[in-house]
């Protein structure tokens, strides 16, 4: 059964219209993170949380932010897409920072019109 | 900041090889993970490595964590069609650090 669950799997959402991607878990991990990938690369990691700690990348750009209601939800918001944020959005889960091994979703791809 | 490499970039083999991939840092890392993502997924943990000079396996897959501390290889043995994906190594290098990725090998496997 997955256990890193994201929703929905593609998006569509139109240049500059907010758009809400959704990661749940049950593992119960303290961190998740929010990832970026476009084509032919590595994962770049945008924000994570510990806990309620929010920890934000210091080359993320203002556009995205993230809330993490409860331990198992956690939601990356694009407030105004641009082009060049169609890639595919990874969500992962990891019980610390350090040390420890990531879990990843399946991942979300968002497509700009 | 730290990097890690992994190359090339791609690689082709015959099914029933066996391939080995190495990545390599010029960092000391204290833990190795190595992930295989298919197209449309997300990356797959594979291997976890903690101690230097472990050697883990997992089915027809073998990895080690350098003694160095400086590099870590998967061993992919007598390869299948279904073994086709990118692989990524990635790590950590001390408290509290956020995870390391190589760029990724993209592995094909001629039936």
């Known amino acids: 059964d997955a256990m890193v669950i994201q929703n929905p799997r593609y998006q569509v959402t139109q240049f500059g219209k907010p758009v809400t991607l959704s990661c749940s878990q049950t593992?119960?991990?303290?961190?998740m993170y929010w990832y970026q990938q476009k084509s032919s690369q590595a994962p770049k990691l945008l924000f994570h949380?510990?806990?309620?700690?929010?920890?934000n990348e210091a080359d993320t750009p203002d556009n995205f932010q993230s809330r993490r209601p409860n331990t198992s939800f956690c939601f990356l918001d694009i407030r105004s897409p641009g082009l060049g944020d169609a890639a595919m959005y990874l969500c992962?889960?990891?019980?610390?920072?350090?040390?420890?091994?990531?879990?990843f979703g399946d991942g979300t791809r968002l497509s700009i019109l | 900041g730290q990097q890690l490499n992994q190359s090339p970039q791609s690689m082709f083999i015959q099914e029933g090889e066996d391939v080995s991939m190495n990545c390599t840092s010029s960092?000391?890392?204290?833990?190795w993970l190595w992930y295989k993502q298919e197209p449309g997924e997300g990356p797959v943990l594979l291997i976890a490595?903690?101690?230097?000079?472990e050697l883990t396996s997992n089915g027809r897959l073998t990895a080690q964590f350098g003694i160095t501390r400086k590099d870590s290889f998967l061993n992919i043995s007598a390869s299948i069609p279904s073994d086709v994906g990118i692989y990524f190594c990635?790590?950590?290098?001390?408290?509290?650090?956020?995870?390391?990725f190589g760029k990724g090998i993209t592995l094909s496997v001629r039936p």
């Open positions: 992962a889960t990891s019980r610390e920072v350090s040390k420890q091994p990531q879990h």
């Open positions: 593992l119960n991990h303290n961190v």
């Open positions: 949380y510990y806990d309620k700690d929010f920890n």
């Open positions: 960092s000391i890392f204290n833990t």
């Open positions: 490595l903690y101690k230097a000079g």
């Open positions: 990635a790590g950590h290098t001390g408290a509290n650090s956020k995870l390391t």
